[in-house]
């Protein structure tokens, strides 16, 4: 049986304009660090965060005792 995906935490009742404004700050914040940054910066920062992603995915399998290899290769 298929089940929809979680989005997120739900806010506690009566608090959703409280995270609709954190959301939306945050969001604002996001998007003025992307407009600070050049193509380069931003093709660097995109490798950085390939780099912690794949460093996650071979930390949370290596406990499985299976093949530890970067998928990347």
Do not use: I
């Amino acid at each position: 049986m298929a089940t929809t995906p979680k989005k997120g935490p739900r806010p506690a009742p009566g608090y959703e304009a409280e995270w609709a404004e954190v959301n939306r700050e945050e969001e604002q914040q996001e998007a003025e660090f992307a407009r600070t940054l050049s193509v380069p910066e931003r093709l660097e920062f995109g490798q950085k965060l390939c780099d912690q992603a794949f460093d996650f995915y071979n930390a949370v399998h290596a406990g499985n005792h299976g093949h530890q290899r970067d998928p990347r290769a």
